[in-house]
């Protein structure tokens, strides 16, 4: 369950302001002014790694919880 959480907040837009599209449209910008693609897009990736990470911590918390309240 928690993996598809981490999925579907991959997935849609964050928050609805900071979406997939609006990152990587700015990217692309940013790197067709000085044809430098890799960095701004490399930040792109970080920006969500740094989000899902500890979203699929917060999960991998509230699983071992919940098993230890069920007596698993």
Excluded: C, Q, W
């Excluded at 960095?39 to 919880?65: D, N, Q, Y």
């Amino acid at each position: 369950m928690g993996n598809y959480l981490v999925g579907i907040f991959k997935d849609t837009p964050m928050l609805s302001v900071i979406g997939v599209t609006e990152l990587m449209h700015t990217a692309n910008a940013i790197g067709s002014e000085n044809y430098r693609f890799l960095e701004p897009f490399t930040l792109v990736g970080l920006i969500f790694l740094f989000i899902s990470l500890p979203t699929a911590g917060l999960v991998k918390l509230l699983e071992s919880r919940l098993r230890l309240g069920l007596g698993m």
